[in-house]
């Protein structure tokens, strides 16, 4: 998810942990911890286009690193006489814990997070919730600023830090619920509708968890629909996206296509737009379309020999203004 959400989780857990012994710091310290893993976005510098998304969300986010680092980090801190006073298991806890929920929130989200790696390249991803979304950030945010505004007084800053760990859960729990719902209403359509398909997923559209995404995946291409938890009607409007497997002859020994391939998880389509041809990753969506298949794919790769591929994944690629995308998108989500 976004940098704030994943500070504001953890400072939330820094608080509940070691806010009594250290004040403040206890904050600040869980919601740098929450960050951490993020570090691999230093990855931009010294690896290709492609190779940056795999190695993104990968042995950073892993387990492994999760269970080993907390203890690192705890036995540094305590070389310090300051924090010698706040006990081993605590530290612990609190790194352990906030390293943890970054890779909760991650793995909530379409993209693919490599809890086992090394050990397993797998990508593991639960779709539930958009990689920013306000309804789950806003409550941290203000119960937060909450606990800042009444830290003198324990008790209220208590009950501050629990609501906003208590909202904030309460939303992740609410995301689940919608995308079962969504999940069998627009597998039924999908079946209703006499429609083939080898597997289907639901993902959320961005900044909320009311209008989502649906797209099968079958040996030649996908049907791709939206549905809203607002929409009156149950009958979800499909439209197919072919995949063009075809377009990739010249490629096939290109590395990079093998590791677009294992991120997608099969979820692509080949599209060309002149000497142009694209590799679109389904799973992120398009940029601002809602109910057809008329603009690009969020994460869209140009395989033409000199392409700019610096930002493969990249949703503000807008042909119309923010405004107008924004409107359009509110529009769906209260349904039709």
Request: glycine share 8%; hydrophobic share 45%; charged share 15%.
């Amino acid at each position: 998810m976004d940098l704030l959400s994943h500070a504001l989780l953890g400072a939330a857990i820094g608080e509940a942990t070691v806010g009594r012994r250290i004040g403040r710091r206890g904050m600040a310290m869980g919601a740098v911890t929450a960050l951490l893993p993020d570090l691999d976005v230093l990855g931009h510098f010294f690896l290709p286009h492609a190779q940056q998304l795999a190695f993104h969300r990968g042995i950073t986010h892993s387990l492994l690193v999760a269970a080993i680092l907390p203890l690192i980090l705890a036995w540094l801190i305590r070389r310090n006489k300051t924090n010698a006073t706040v006990p081993f298991v605590q530290w612990t806890l609190l790194f352990g814990l906030a390293l943890l929920s970054h890779l909760l929130l991650d793995v909530l989200t379409c993209y693919g997070t490599g809890l086992f790696e090394p050990f397993h390249s797998a990508r593991i991803a639960f779709d539930t919730i958009f990689v920013a979304d306000p309804f789950y950030t806003l409550p941290l945010l203000i119960c937060t600023i909450g606990v800042l505004r009444t830290y003198s007084n324990e008790a209220t800053r208590r009950k501050w830090n629990l609501t906003g760990l208590f909202l904030s859960g309460l939303y992740l729990l609410f995301t689940f619920v919608g995308h079962l719902s969504v999940q069998r209403i627009m597998t039924n359509s999908l079946t209703a509708q006499g429609k083939s398909f080898t597997s289907f997923t639901v993902t959320p559209t961005p900044m909320n968890s009311l209008l989502w995404m649906g797209y099968s995946q079958d040996k030649t291409g996908a049907w791709i629909g939206y549905y809203s938890l607002l929409d009156a009607d149950t009958d979800v409007q499909f439209h197919r996206l072919e995949r063009n497997d075809s377009l990739l002859a010249a490629f096939e020994s290109d590395p990079t296509l093998a590791v677009l391939k294992r991120l997608s998880k099969g979820n692509y389509a080949l599209t060309q737009q002149g000497e142009h041809i694209y590799f679109n990753d389904l799973r992120f969506g398009q940029v601002s379309s809602w109910d057809s298949l008329d603009s690009e794919f969020a994460l869209r790769y140009d395989f033409a020999a000199g392409a700019d591929n610096a930002r493969p994944l990249n949703r503000m690629r807008f042909t119309e203004s923010k405004g107008v995308v924004f409107w359009r998108l509110v529009d769906r989500i209260l349904g039709k």
